[in-house]
């Protein structure tokens, strides 16, 4: 596909992996459709990629409510003429073990309301996205792309149980969509980031940081354009369809 000129949804825009996407994407001069909760905390990244030749919208949305969902891609169509690309990428943590016991005494569990946030949000909001994409690009007759932001997590990591379920059903979805919509000419394929330096870990103590890079064959975490490099190659190559691309320096969980 060519960048240029088309319409690139990005969810969770506003900071860390989506931000890097957004400023790696602005170089072809496409039309950006940045998303976050609130569209103020888009202003900067919205200004950079601006810099860089895009022409860039900004939308505040909750990407786990339906009538928000609807209500944001009937509005990126209406103004920016269509939709050819999304890419998949919000997402909230929650962590907890499942169960937590101390001295043979359970202590803790995971909740349902830790479970059911981090699902609405990395699993549902993922789904209602993809579905609205794939609306709008079949009714426009556009040949478009879908990239779901997985995460090595999605083979199962201890306290996640809420993440990993997401993460390894947006796989599955992008997986699906491919076989789905490929007779609409609609791409879909999902990136399986390892531990990346992004805000949240960079918050991290010095002592947790290094035994997590210690256990990273490449010994180094990845940086997010590199990940958002990968987002690139999968927009630009009309041939790559139904595959999930773990960038993870070697880590295997």
Known sequence: MNLNGKTIVITGAARGLGA???RRLATHQPKLALVDLGEDSLAEIAGACRGLGAEVRSYGANVAKEADVVALFDRIASECGGVDALVNNAGITRDALLLKFKDGQLAGKMS???WQAVIDVNLTGVFLCGREAAQRMVEG???GCIVNISSI???GNMGQ???SAAKAGVAAMAV???KELAR???RAAAVAPGFINTEMVAGMKPEAREKLVSGIPLKRMGEPDEIAHTVEFILLNDYVSGRVFEIDGALRL
């Open 20 to 22: 890097a996407m957004a």
């Open 112 to 114: 349902l309301a830790d």
């Open 141 to 143: 007759g556009r040949k």
């Open 153 to 155: 997590s999605r083979a």
């Open 161 to 163: 149980t809420n993440y």
């Open 176 to 178: 699906t969509w491919a």
């Open 184 to 186: 609409h000419g609609i």
